[in-house]
T-cell receptor
């Protein structure tokens, strides 16, 4: 079982809806990530949080609003999305970069939330 | 920016045979690492193996091993004794000082294991 839990697994929403994706990890990681993945493409980085502070925003439209309430939780608030935003949204966590010697520093991913925007 | 190339969109292998998935990268970082991830149809990205650029030996992890050729900037994944459950997308991703926390994945290789 994955140690990163994402809810919901599936979400269908209209363009005027407001919804949120949630992610939780209890591995003590201080870096958390949101990735977006379209079909048959690699995951693309959206946001990175380090010590609960937003450290990287890859020029993501403001209709996606991330939030990190504490070191274990990561949310992605969705508002006024477009049909082209339909994708698999993956949350991940890891130890911070640069990493201590001997630490691999891999990202641990959740199973994703599959979003459909009508 | 780092560039990652996976030249095989799709690969087929017979069960119990070995298969090599290619990955080349372009980085100017003096110290970096290479990750390989597996993504089955369920969607979860599963970490398989890691190679540090200063590691003296090729990384191995069970049936997974890396053919790391630093001079050629390639880190090919070798899966031995393929199993049906190995059918999945496989992504390589380098990290280093330049990219930091920005882990960027190659386009991936879809591996199909035939019975």
């Amino acid at each position: 079982d994955t140690e990163v839990t994402q809810t919901p697994k599936h979400l269908v929403m209209g363009m005027t809806n407001k919804k949120s994706l949630k992610c939780e990890q209890h591995m003590g990681h201080r870096a958390m990530y949101w990735y977006k993945q379209k079909a048959k493409k690699p995951p693309e980085l959206m946001f990175v949080y380090s010590y609960e502070k937003l450290s990287i925003n890859e020029s993501v439209p403001s209709r996606f609003s991330p939030e990190c309430p504490n070191s274990s939780l990561l949310n992605l608030h969705l508002h006024a999305l477009q049909p082209e935003d339909s994708a698999l949204y993956l949350c991940a966590s890891s130890h911070l970069f640069p990493r201590e010697q001997g630490m691999t520093g891999e990202l641990f991913f959740g199973e994703g939330s599959r979003l459909t925007v009508l | 920016a780092q560039k990652i190339t996976q030249t095989q969109p799709g690969m087929f292998v017979q069960e119990k045979e070995a298969v090599t998935l290619d990955c080349t990268y372009d980085t100017s970082d003096p110290s970096y690492g290479l990750f390989w991830y597996k993504q089955p149809s369920s969607g979860e990205m599963i970490f398989l193996i890691y190679q540090g650029s200063y590691d003296q030996q090729n990384a191995t992890e069970g049936r997974y091993s890396l053919n790391f050729q630093k001079a050629r900037k390639s880190a090919n994944l070798v899966i031995s004794a393929s199993q049906l459950g190995d059918s999945a997308m496989y992504f390589c991703a380098p990290d280093g000082e330049t990219s930091g926390s920005r882990l960027t994945f190659g386009e991936g290789t879809q591996l199909t294991v035939n019975p």
